[in-house]
């Protein structure tokens, strides 16, 4: 066969091109053979065992991206623009980012990265991303993830269906929905910021944070990973099995199980609600600490307690409240108001409350008003108890004793016990004093007004004689071991005496410019209590007659006739009551709190 030229040229393309074939297919089959995974071993290995790979680059030593290894490369066009393609155990690397995935395109030109199928980033600091897909931009170093992604940084574990992730600042967000896993605490939201070396997360819209003991709502939070520290600033339900706290501002420690609230909050529980400018409350003691216009009112909504500052154990239903401390209970026809230095409520052995006041206390009501340095309530026996100089006024009335006890029966004033230099003055115009003392005095109420007296052990008294126009006429004085007197319309309308009785009469001529008083006598109206005061914050504050020359203006109530058969046997005492009564813990009184707390109102942990 005779070879021409024409022949010859054939010849020569066809092979040059097989030759360059043969060159395509010779380093397909190297790059696979390099890179084939071993089925045996692990396919995607860890970020401690890639960081011996020769490859591994520092963070930010480069902005290329480098692929390490695929089953299959092969070239297409996108827009004029020649993309790899990669397919079967990619290997990418980026700075010190790895990339795994079952198939990609690597946009070499632009710098991009598209990753499908079970997509694994494992980046610094043992943050590792997987999902679905992921567009990566290595310029911006910028990550569009979606769909199953779950991004893991040590215990916290983020869930989403999709997610932006920023390598530079290390942080990534989902606004579509997410949950974030730390332990035993679940946060869900709609929006979410995770940023990785701060430890924090920021979580926006239906927030809820679940943790064993309480579950927390909200709709902005902030969370340290680290610390398990929530932080809040907008309406917040923390919700227990105790109860639920109503919030604005504040941080809840799950780890440590404190709260702290800024701004009005409310604690609700099956007993009381509490309200206060700020709270701090620790689970493992059972400890909260309030500050600023407290309130708190108890189970039966007609009782409360105001105050500036206050303490409470809620194990044993413990409270303490002083500054400005003023306790009301509500009652049909009547509220009634005591004041004190310091406050305290708590439940005996028998879980019955009990109320204690301390330091100038003074209490009102409409038609009896007290002062006393303490006093103890009993909410069971509505038994009140004034001690340390107490004094009380009912009408015109003034009672003082070393102790006082008052029985209460359907919000009213029923009984009361005077015990040891019992004394009761009534003022007469500027004539003098209607008087009456002795050992111990037993009282009996109708309508919250004194209706009559018995007065037992070295009776004495002074009263004055008014004719029917109302004008004196003279001044009886009596001595006895026991008296009954009987009042009408706030003065003495009849007195009866024990056996052999002492006394005198005096013409009101005799003794107009005497002295008549007995030994004790001691008028000290202008420290009566008045209605009290209500200041522009809402706080209760006491008022005092202060000028002798005020008068009364206490509505007079109609009362029974004076011959009815009063009987003036006083409540037992139960034996529970008893022991209170004689403990060295209601007669040991605590000093004034009021001017000592500065120091914890600035550290309301300590």
């Given at each position: 066969?005779?070879?021409?030229?024409?022949?010859?040229?054939?010849?020569?393309?066809?092979?040059?091109?097989?030759?360059?074939?043969?060159?395509?297919?010779?380093?397909?089959?190297?790059?696979?053979?390099?890179?084939?995974?071993?089925?045996?071993?692990?396919?995607?290995?860890?970020?401690?065992?890639?960081?011996?790979?020769?490859?591994?680059?520092?963070?930010?030593?480069?902005?290329?991206?480098?692929?390490?290894?695929?089953?299959?490369?092969?070239?297409?066009?996108?827009?004029?623009?020649?993309?790899?393609?990669?397919?079967?155990?990619?290997?990418?690397?980026?700075?010190?980012?790895?990339?795994?995935?079952?198939?990609?395109?690597?946009?070499?030109?632009?710098?991009?990265?598209?990753?499908?199928?079970?997509?694994?980033?494992?980046?610094?600091?043992?943050?590792?991303?997987?999902?679905?897909?992921?567009?990566?931009?290595?310029?911006?170093?910028?990550?569009?993830?979606?769909?199953?992604?779950?991004?893991?940084?040590?215990?916290?574990?983020?869930?989403?269906?999709?997610?932006?992730?920023?390598?530079?600042?290390?942080?990534?967000?989902?606004?579509?929905?997410?949950?974030?896993?730390?332990?035993?605490?679940?946060?869900?939201?709609?929006?979410?910021?995770?940023?990785?070396?701060?430890?924090?997360?920021?979580?926006?819209?239906?927030?809820?944070?679940k943790s064993p003991d309480y579950t927390l709502t909200t709709?902005?939070?902030?969370?340290?990973?680290?610390?398990?520290?929530?932080?809040?600033?907008?309406?917040?339900?923390?919700?227990?099995?105790?109860?639920?706290?109503?919030?604005?501002?504040?941080?809840?420690?799950?780890?440590?199980?404190?709260?702290?609230?800024?701004?009005?909050?409310?604690?609700?529980?099956?007993?009381y609600i509490l309200t206060a400018d700020s709270l701090f409350?620790?689970?493992?003691?059972?400890?909260?600490?309030?500050?600023?216009?407290?309130?708190?009112?108890?189970?039966?909504?007609?009782?409360?307690?105001?105050?500036?500052?206050?303490?409470?154990?809620?194990?044993?239903?413990?409270?303490?409240?002083?500054?400005?401390?003023?306790?009301?209970?509500?009652?049909?026809?009547?509220?009634?108001?005591?004041?004190?230095?310091?406050?305290?409520?708590?439940?005996?052995?028998?879980?019955?409350?009990?109320?204690?006041?301390?330091?100038?206390?003074?209490?009102?009501?409409?038609?009896?008003?007290?002062?006393?340095?303490?006093?103890?309530?009993?909410?069971?026996?509505?038994?009140?108890?004034?001690?340390?100089?107490?004094?009380?006024?009912?009408?015109?009335?003034?009672?003082?004793?070393?102790?006082?006890?008052?029985?209460?029966?359907?919000?009213?004033?029923?009984?009361?016990?005077?015990?040891?230099?019992?004394?009761?003055?009534?003022?007469?115009?500027?004539?003098?004093?209607?008087?009456?003392?002795?050992?111990?005095?037993?009282?009996k109420f109708r309508d919250n007004k004194l209706v009559r007296?018995?007065?037992?052990?070295?009776?004495?008294?002074?009263?004055?004689?008014?004719?029917?126009?109302?004008?004196?006429?003279?001044?009886?004085?009596?001595?006895?071991?026991?008296?009954?007197?009987?009042?009408?319309?706030?003065?003495?309308?009849?007195?009866?005496?024990?056996?052999?009785?002492?006394?005198?009469?005096?013409?009101?001529?005799?003794?107009?410019?005497?002295?008549?008083?007995?030994?004790?006598?001691?008028?000290?109206?202008?420290?009566?209590?008045?209605?009290?005061?209500?200041?522009?914050?809402?706080?209760?504050?006491?008022?005092?007659?202060?000028?002798?020359?005020?008068?009364?203006?206490?509505?007079?109530?109609?009362?029974?006739?004076?011959?009815?058969?009063?009987?003036?046997?006083?409540?037992?005492?139960?034996?529970?009551?008893?022991?209170?009564?004689?403990?060295?813990?209601?007669?040991?009184?605590?000093?004034?709190?009021?001017?000592?707390?500065?120091?914890?109102?600035?550290?309301?942990?300590?």
């Amino acid at each position: 066969m005779q070879l021409n030229v024409n022949h010859i040229k054939y010849f020569w393309t066809r092979g040059i091109y097989y030759v360059f074939v043969l060159w395509l297919l010779a380093g397909s089959l190297e790059l696979y053979g390099q890179e084939k995974p071993n089925k045996i071993q692990e396919k995607r290995p860890s970020l401690e065992q890639l960081s011996a790979d020769p490859n591994h680059q520092a963070e930010g030593e480069t902005k290329q991206i480098q692929i390490l290894n695929a089953d299959v490369l092969t070239f297409v066009r996108r827009n004029g623009e020649p993309i790899q393609k990669l397919i079967g155990n990619v290997k990418i690397l980026q700075d010190s980012t790895y990339f795994f995935c079952d198939s990609a395109y690597h946009l070499e030109q632009a710098n991009r990265l598209e990753a499908y199928g079970n997509v694994r980033v494992l980046m610094p600091d043992s943050v590792e991303l997987v999902a679905d897909r992921i567009e990566y931009d290595a310029n911006t170093r910028i990550a569009d993830v979606y769909d199953h992604i779950t991004l893991t940084d040590n215990d916290v574990i983020l869930t989403t269906d999709r997610m932006i992730y920023d390598r530079n600042e290390k942080f990534g967000k989902y606004l579509r929905g997410g949950e974030l896993l730390n332990g035993q605490d679940t946060l869900t939201s709609i929006t979410g910021y995770y940023y990785s070396q701060e430890n924090m997360a920021y979580f926006r819209q239906k927030v809820k944070l679940k943790s064993p003991d309480y579950t927390l709502t909200t709709d902005t939070l902030g969370y340290n990973t680290k610390t398990k520290v929530a932080y809040f600033i907008s309406p917040t339900l923390i919700v227990s099995d105790e109860g639920e706290i109503l919030a604005t501002v504040g941080e809840y420690d799950s780890e440590n199980k404190e709260i702290e609230l800024f701004g009005r909050s409310t604690v609700k529980d099956s007993t009381y609600i509490l309200t206060a400018d700020s709270l701090f409350y620790k689970d493992t003691t059972s400890f909260g600490r309030a500050i600023g216009n407290i309130f708190i009112q108890q189970e039966d909504s007609t009782f409360e307690i105001r105050g500036q500052y206050g303490t409470f154990k809620r194990d044993t239903d413990e409270s303490m409240v002083t500054k400005e401390a003023v306790a009301i209970q509500y009652m049909d026809d009547d509220t009634l108001y005591m004041f004190a230095d310091t406050l305290f409520s708590y439940k005996d052995s028998t879980e019955n409350r009990i109320f204690r006041a301390y330091h100038e206390v003074s209490f009102y009501m409409n038609n009896m008003q007290g002062k006393a340095d303490s006093m103890v309530y009993f909410f069971s026996d509505s038994m009140m108890i004034l001690y340390t100089d107490p004094i009380l006024w009912s009408e015109a009335n003034q009672l003082t004793g070393d102790t006082i006890n008052i029985w209460m029966k359907n919000s009213q004033a029923d009984s009361m016990w005077v015990g040891n230099s019992s004394f009761l003055a009534t003022e007469e115009d500027t004539i003098g004093f209607d008087q009456i003392k002795g050992k111990e005095m037993r009282a009996k109420f109708r309508d919250n007004k004194l209706v009559r007296l018995h007065v037992i052990g070295n009776s004495e008294s002074i009263y004055f004689n008014k004719n029917e126009e109302g004008g004196y006429e003279g001044m009886n004085k009596c001595l006895a071991q026991e008296m009954f007197i009987f009042f009408k319309d706030n003065e003495v309308s009849k007195i009866r005496f024990s056996a052999n009785p002492e006394g005198t009469y005096h013409p009101i001529h005799e003794i107009l410019f005497e002295t008549n008083e007995l030994e004790g006598l001691d008028w000290r109206i202008i420290e009566k209590p008045e209605r009290p005061t209500v200041g522009e914050s809402g706080i209760f504050s006491p008022s005092f007659r202060g000028n002798p020359a005020m008068a009364d203006t206490i509505p007079s109530l109609s009362i029974p006739p004076e011959d009815m058969d009063i009987d003036d046997k006083l409540p037992q005492i139960p034996a529970s009551r008893e022991e209170v009564l004689k403990s060295k813990q209601l007669m040991n009184r605590p000093p004034k709190l009021e001017g000592k707390i500065e120091a914890t109102e600035k550290n309301p942990k300590e």
